[in-house]
């Protein structure tokens, strides 16, 4: 049977359909449960000693005046944890030659940056934990800090961790065609130094988990907000010497994870640690302050590229050195080699040249970790990209929509494989510039702008196009070793009153899984989407999968539950046939009934044929099958990554005497292939983009030259407002992936990927006719002023 996606008029359509969150009453009524709404019996707290040093070597630790707390049960050091928790290295096979040292759960003999645990004091309640904790006396030696990504291969440079023999992490270089000869012979070649800053995920729930361990099972169970459950259950399982089977993680409601939530934390493995030798639960949840020396931080480049054009602006060649600082540890399991990766991966993606070098540096440092963070790599290349295609536009004199057209892939031109050779299977980037073009009256607000700039007002247009990595195969990390799985599962079920239940292996992060799956499932059976039931997040219950990252839940989920729901459908149907003496294929199910498919009319409900098959199964044929439970497994196979697509543009005003800018208006057209629910993808970008325009004009981590924090609280540390935010129009292509049924790829990331580099062309577009550009992120008033020679340094 042939399904048509998205046609309103098809019986028992929902995919396509904007439908309402099942879960948004029990959230708007306060009802949700969090980690920290979950209380046992028994159960502890505990808070951690944390370094105030960003290097230093840990000698005696005094618990005496904390044990003397009314309430503390109990003080741990990195020695007594290491007797229960082995290390973990973050490395992965095929990033060739990534390095990282062993990291424990609690440090044991130097504390390498400022927040890096160093002790756990576990008390009757958190309260009492936290004064134990601040009681608790380190003997610290400080040692050399390494701060300065640009010198830490330095000679000079202390090493961090001598073992290594350097602080060099990773390094890559790719290289395609002839990049020196293509630059020798171009017409134009325009070059910039790039810098994104260091921030962080602000994620409304703080880091959360709640371990109980029960040894006359021998069995733990873990409340976690986190974004892979299967992949933590593996990693308690292995460090702490359980069987897997015996790991049971469950993930209920969780406040925004945006990658922050995806990886292997020291404090939260040594709580479940501190949970199996204690015998009892043990809770750990961080307050802001920690969040912001203890979640992962990401995005802290410096580039140095250049693009090389012939006369018409075609782009030639390519050009990029990139350099990051990753902190003391690479993140385990996923490591911190590929947001630098990404962006060899990445530069240059939409565009059809043949010329290309790109290397990444990866350093060790002494401040916070960074990992990935949403959107991993794509905000930093696509603005090196489009800020070069701008830079080379101008040159030319070329108005960058055309400057853009010239160069792209064109829509019928796929599949293809990029300098980089990432392979595409099918993007639409004439179409989005097209579409762009229309939304924003692209003429009429050039004539505005030119209007303003008459009165002395500075406005400017940015354009960035770019693509989104999704839906990734094995190649992402299994290849390399780590136990992330790239498949998912759905088990779909019909219980007796017709109703249905489907457990997925992705997990709701608040981005709206549950409603995506539900849909699904509603379409797939043939029952309407308030009869389905989601449950995820569950080990024990499940199907095993990766969880939720890379916006990989709609198109490798959501195929899943596609999948599984048709099976369902299919089993039904087989056994309403014999029920009606007919064949499935002359039966249909709508709106949870058995109906005739060429008159509607309505032959058996599901709610009687469940009533019959779980109760009076005796009436029906022997050998019958009646299984009404399916479950499967999707992988996508043909290729590495699912690249969708778009392009973004930003309409803003500078004031040259204040540095202040003030974003206007905010367009996006997408392409995420198949789209399942219309206002959940456009909320999506929505939120991206607003962590995008964070990045660029806001957010930034500071630390001074000794490694020391100094923004870490909401009073320092800038994010995007309501206020500050201006309306942003969304719309899309669908150029559905042929790899699955459902056709869908993903869009979590595709507003954070293309917003910063449009904000960047447009306050530089503002800026030219007075001679300044920026290539700072964020582009503070300061730096717009340094740009334009108002202030000096």
């Not at 159960?43 to 044990?67: E, L």
């Not at 961080?286 to 990401?298: K, N, P, V, Y």
């Not at 018409?312 to 600082?325: E, Q, R, S």
């Not at 043939?526 to 499940?542: F, H």
Request: charged share 20%.
């Amino acid at each position: 049977m042939t399904i048509q996606f998205g046609n309103p008029d098809r019986p028992n359509s929902y995919i396509g359909k904007t439908v309402p969150r099942p879960n948004a009453p029990r959230l708007v009524q306060g009802r949700g449960r969090f980690v920290d709404d979950v209380a046992l019996p028994r159960m502890a707290h505990v808070a951690f000693v944390r370094s105030p040093y960003a290097h230093a070597r840990i000698g005696t630790i005094d618990a005496g005046a904390a044990k003397a707390v009314k309430g503390v049960l109990r003080v741990f050091t990195g020695a007594d944890l290491a007797e229960v928790c082995t290390p973990w290295v973050a490395v992965l096979a095929h990033l060739k030659g990534l390095k990282s040292p062993p990291q424990h759960a609690i440090a044991i003999e130097r504390a390498c940056w400022v927040g890096e645990p160093v002790a756990a004091v576990v008390a009757t309640t958190r309260a009492a934990a936290e004064e134990a904790a601040s009681l608790v006396e380190v003997d610290y030696e400080a040692l050399p800090v390494v701060t300065d990504m640009m010198s830490a291969l330095d000679e000079t440079t202390p090493v961090i961790h001598p073992d290594l023999g350097d602080n060099l992490a990773f390094r890559r270089l790719h290289e395609e065609g002839d990049v020196e000869g293509a630059f020798a012979g171009a017409h134009t070649v325009v070059s910039a130094r790039f810098r994104t800053a260091r921030h962080t995920g602000v994620t409304l729930e703080p880091r959360s988990i709640l371990v109980d361990w029960n040894p006359a099972e021998g069995q733990m169970v873990a409340w976690h907000a986190t974004q892979a459950p299967h992949m933590m259950q593996t990693v308690f399982a292995k460090h702490l010497d359980i069987p897997e089977s015996r790991v049971r993680v469950i993930c209920g409601d969780v406040g925004g994870s945006y990658g922050i939530k995806v990886h292997v934390y020291p404090d939260e493995v040594a709580t479940a640690a501190i949970a199996k030798v204690m015998g009892r639960p043990v809770k750990f949840v961080a307050d802001r302050l920690e969040s912001f020396t203890t979640d992962i931080h990401a995005r802290d480049h410096v580039i140095d590229a250049r693009l090389a054009v012939d006369e018409a602006g075609k782009i030639l060649a390519m050009d990029v050195d990139d350099w990051t600082g990753i902190g003391p540890y690479s993140v385990y399991p996923r490591t911190s080699a590929i947001e630098g990766n990404q962006v060899v991966n990445l530069c240059g993606g939409p565009y059809d040249f043949a010329n290309y070098r790109a290397r990444t540096t990866v350093v060790f440092q002494n401040k916070t970790p960074t990992c990935q963070y949403r959107a991993v790599g794509h905000p930093i290349a696509v603005a090196i990209t489009e800020g070069l295609v701008d830079m080379a536009a101008a040159e030319l004199g070329i108005d960058p929509v055309e400057m853009r057209r010239r160069n792209v892939y064109p829509d019928d031109a796929y599949p293809v494989t990029s300098p980089a050779k990432m392979r595409f299977e099918g993007l639409s980037h004439q179409a989005s510039l097209d579409k762009l073009v229309a939304l924003m009256d692209y003429e009429a607000l050039r004539k505005d702008q030119a209007e303003a700039r008459a009165r002395g007002v500075h406005r400017g247009i940015g354009i960035a196009s770019f693509i989104e990595l999704t839906n990734p195969s094995p190649f992402m990390y299994g290849i390399g070793g780590a136990r992330i799985s790239a498949q998912d599962g759905c088990t779909v079920r019909m219980d007796p009153d017709g109703s249905v239940v489907a457990l997925s292996g992705v997990t709701e992060q608040g981005q709206g899984t549950e409603a995506m799956l539900a849909q699904i499932v509603a379409e797939g059976v043939g029952v309407t989407p308030d009869k389905v039931r989601i449950v995820t997040g569950d080990t024990q219950v499940t199907p095993y999968g990766g969880g939720t990252w890379a916006s990989r839940g709609a198109g490798i989920g959501g195929e899943a539950a596609l999948q599984a729901s048709r099976a369902l459908r299919d089993s039904i149907l087989e056994v309403a046939a014999a029920m009606l003496q007919s064949e499935p294929g002359r039966l249909d199910i709508r709106a949870g009934a058995i109906v005739d498919p060429e008159t509607g009319e309505e032959r058996l409900s599901l709610e009687e044929l469940g009533r019959i098959v779980y109760f009076r199964g005796d009436t029906l044929p022997k050998g019958l099958p009646r299984e009404l439970v399916q479950t499967r497994h999707f992988i996508t196979s043909d290729y590495p990554f699912a690249f969708t697509n778009g392009v973004q543009a930003s309409y803003l005003e500078v004031d040259v005497e204040t540095g202040v800018v003030t974003l206007l208006k905010h367009w996006c057209v997408e392409d995420c292939g198949r789209i399942i629910n219309p206002q959940l993808v456009d909320e999506q970008i929505r939120g991206g983009i607003v962590q995008g325009l964070g990045g660029a004009l806001y957010e930034e981590i500071h630390y001074d030259e000794d490694g020391q924090l100094i923004n870490g609280s909401m009073a320092d540390y800038l994010v995007p407002m309501a206020a500050e935010m201006p309306d942003m129009i969304v719309g899309h292509v669908e150029t559905p992936t042929k790899e699955s049924l459902l056709g869908a790829k993903g869009a979590g990331e595709a507003g954070t990927a293309g917003a910063p580099a449009a904000v960047m062309n447009a306050i530089n577009d503002a800026l030219r006719p007075l001679g300044a550009r920026v290539t700072e992120m964020p582009f503070t008033p300061e730096r717009i002023l340094r740009a334009l020679g108002k202030i000096e340094g």
